[in-house]
């Protein structure tokens, strides 16, 4: 069918919202309503004809809550698949992508890519034993609510509450003992197909047979990381050996221990941030809750149900679940109106803003040693290029498989997403302001930032010096190329703020505003958690003063707490 015109009008004898829609197509004209709601006739309809023709009418009743309008997100209005925050499928979130990117950024004439640094999150995943046990609990909930509610009303009350079918008889469809967070079929179709992606659109990156030497594949040691790693070498080499029906072959992944790890798993190995985290964390949950309370507060006047912010935390988590992993919006996501997605989704934000983002600068420059990595690898590069005398199979790429505590902190490394003024910000270890509350829009989003599979690529380009152009004499002992760096986040081209906004920022330029103001540091400095003491109140240094003065050698201090500089 095709919508002709579609016009919104309130039923005050209902008390809802009606949608009127047109649709060009022959039929009956008559009533439907969105799922989980009863289809209700009122006497004050009966004047309204209904007929046999070429164009059907359709009326639409939709309940309206007090913080907005209930959408069945089925229908293509509201995609609640891309405001899943950190759990939005791949394909979703680059849907959802803003301005801050360009479908082809073309790079200088003449340029060749030479080396490709890439920063991937795993695929899509299942959810984690302990989660799924959450759910489980959830069931007998919800059997609990709808028992009380049951009892409470009967007849034409009851009936009017509209309770979601759904939620009777309600189990988990994921079983704790054979699901634990692994990578799921869809997630690992996510990167075999990016790795076959890549491979057709750098031809010259490659081109060359695998050698761990040319191809350095890295993973960490968590299964749904590593798994991903070998799906998209899969899709990569395809073709490439001699093993089944697909010619694949073999090829190695590295990983590192989880105590070890500093290049993908900083967020497990530095201790300033581990302190820093425990310390905020009390503080972010008050404010999740907060949310959650206001949202079932709408939810217990729509359904009836006794539903608690615990259970809402529950039924967000399944409907990000039901949305991402088995596309089905119109259950636990269908419990909330669109406004209320869009404050879960922004609540999910905030905290990864506090936590992970540019909300305190100890959240992403704990990464420095994987950025020391990558500009190594270009300087390496530069260096080989210019040297006539190092011979062919030098690295092409280095590419990385970790979780979103790895994406989110490296795309603030690279000041992804910021105006000018954000920039000199956090050059300035200032945290930045969080993210605006809905209807107001966000920059940074965690379903655009760290979907599953989402990636940032460093590409390194080698471009003939502009002599001509410019009337630059090149001499002899200069180079005779010019190397340049293209970010691309989700596989599109991205401005890159500390370069001027440009996409395409010359290496020096990159080396010194982008990466330098954070390479000052080191990891050892940054995540070494100091013990100081802390400062002494009035009553805290007469109390040192009559003690240093009566018993001048071998005292102990006890009256003042030890306390951790972050």
Known sequence: MVILSEKDFVDKSAGRRVRLRTYSAQGERGLRITKGHELRRRQEMGGVKFHLGLVITVIFAISVSVKGQLHDFSNGEFDVRQYLSTSSRYGAGKEAMNDDYQNSAVPISGCTPILLNLVARHGTRAPTRKRIKELEQLSIRLESLLKSADDTLTGETHGSQQIPSWLRGWQSPWDAKKTNGELTREGEEELYNLGMRLRER????????????????????????????????????????????????????????RANDIHLRFHDTCQTYKEFKKKRKPALKGLLFSVYAEVSASLVKRYNLNFTKDDVALLWFLCRQEAALLDKTDQACGLFT???????????????????????????????????????????AILMKNDPNIPAGVEKARLRFAHAETIIPFTCLLGLFLTASDIEKIQREQPLEPPPKPPQGRRCRGSTIAPFAGNNMLVLYKCPVQGGSTGKVIAPEEPSN?????????????????????????FEDFKERVAGPHLRHTFESLCTVKVTHADCPLTCRISRFFQWLFLRKGYKLHSCEDKDEL
């Not at 190397?483 to 440009?502: D, M, R, T, Y």
């Open 202 to 257: 750098f031809p010259q990156i490659f081109d060359e047979d695998y050698h761990p030497d040319v191809y350095l594949i890295s993973a960490t040691q968590v299964p749904r990381a590593s798994a991903s790693a070998v799906a998209f070498g899969m899709g990569l080499f395809a073709g490439k050996g001699v093993l089944g029906p697909g010619k694949h072959r073999g090829f190695a992944v590295i990983t590192d221990s």
């Open 338 to 380: 669109q406004m209320e997605v869009e404050l879960l989704e922004w609540v999910d934000d905030l905290v990864l803003h506090y936590l992970k983002g540019y909300g305190e600068s100890i959240n992403y420059r704990m990464g420095v040693p994987l950025l020391q990595n990558i500009v190594q690898s270009m300087e390496q």
């Open 482 to 506: 010019s190397f340049f760096v293209q970010i691309l986040h989700n596989e599109k081209p991205v401005s890159i703020p500390a370069c001027n906004g440009s996409y395409f920022c010359p």
